[in-house]
């Protein structure tokens, strides 16, 4: 089968690959050097849409809409830009091979891909229940949610289950999210996970107990403290019912399962450095093998503010550690440096009316501020992280831009506290103020 050659590859077809396209772009890549490879379909897209307004029944997003790189408010890049830019989309296209040292991909189907300079941005794969072997957990109508065309899989079975229900197992991010779009088409939803309290990776017993209160208020029961071991089906192997460890059985027609991502580094083992389940990198997105470079969620990179080095799963860092890895490739080619990646944190999530952001590290003492009641009109509120006496970490509820961009100073500038009951009263201005 032919073999193609190009100076510069970018393996993945998602964020950080679309971000990383743009920034090749705007230094001039020449017709025929760039190629993008992706096993989905279609050209990059903002991934956070698919459990957002992709699965709303009103204002429904759909491609091309949501083309990167629309997320940060630049032009879509449609399929037709990488055509005129003379970038290689290679879509529908999975590599299964990868071997390093002689600077070659091999598809599914047998092509060869040669590079000179790679990039890395496989991202994540979603852990599965049958990773777990919980029984049944390979039935009908249990969904999973990272790319477009399990979102489709998804939108097609709330039509065909209307008004039906619902169990979403998981308490991070996808159970938030999925929880929340399932209720808005009516679907009867339950959440079920097995912590003292949802998104615990980020939110303290204080910020989930508004989130828990909203949800409830909005119909969505949550069950926390117990997993799910298995499912039982009907003649057609669909689901009918998720059994829970504490012996609860509720009845569904749909499963979402958000329980976690995984980086995808299997194709790179063994030729490769990693650390802390990801590719590792330097402050360029350089991995330790000469010429490739590693981006977005499978990146376990030095995080300057903090002194150590971590895997980051958002898309704000997926787009900016893609656009720091191509800079550095050009610099390098004229024997320069770019200057060190200086990462600042900063997750957020939207549901129902709600929408909140987080700066900085979760770490040391935190301190809830504002009205966190779930019933109030505005509850704007708010929490900080204190450590060794600086304010490292800001969490903020619907607040207004000039308010996030405050928050974000905060645990930027990383100002000292004075006490946690100071912060508290003093609240949003405390931030205003920095
Ligand atoms: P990403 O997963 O975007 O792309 C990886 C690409 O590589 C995919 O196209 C994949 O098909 C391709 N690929 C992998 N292996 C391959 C192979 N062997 N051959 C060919 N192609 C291969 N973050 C946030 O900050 N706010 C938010 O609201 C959300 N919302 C959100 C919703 C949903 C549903 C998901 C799944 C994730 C989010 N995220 C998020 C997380 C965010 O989307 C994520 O961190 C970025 O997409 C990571 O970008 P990457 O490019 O690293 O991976
Ligand atoms: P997550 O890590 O946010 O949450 C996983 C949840 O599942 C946790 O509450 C965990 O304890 C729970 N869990 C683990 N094992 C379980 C089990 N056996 N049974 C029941 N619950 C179990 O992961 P996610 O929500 O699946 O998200 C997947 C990826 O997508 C992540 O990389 C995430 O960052 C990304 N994402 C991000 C956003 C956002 O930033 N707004 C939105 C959606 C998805």
Redesign the pocket.
Known sequence: MAEKSFKYVILGGGVAAGYAAREFAKHGVKLGELALISKEAVAPYER?AL?KAYLFPEGTARLPGFHVCVGSGGERLLPEWYMEKGISLILSTEIVKADLASKTLISAAGETYKYQTLIIATG?T?IR?TD?GTPGADAKNIFYLREIDEADELVEAIKAKKNGKAVV???????L?LSAALRINNIDVSM????PWC???LFTAGIAAFYESYYANKGVNIIKGT??VGFNTNENGEVTSVKLKDGRVLEADIVVV????RPLTTLFKGQVEEDKGGIKTDASFKTSVADVYAVG?VATFPMKMYGDIRRV??VDHARKSAEQAVKAIYASEQGESVSEYDYLPY???RSFDLSWQFYGDNVGESVLFGDSSPTSECHKFGSYWVKDGKVVGAFLESGSPEENKAIAKVAKVQPPAASLDKLAAEGLTFATKI
């Open positions: 956070p459990s994540s979603v229940l777990f197992v998981g308490g991070g991010y996808i159970g999210e079920v996970f097995p912590e998104m615990p990776r997993m799910v958000g329980v976690g991502a969620d799963e958002h997750f957020y999530s």
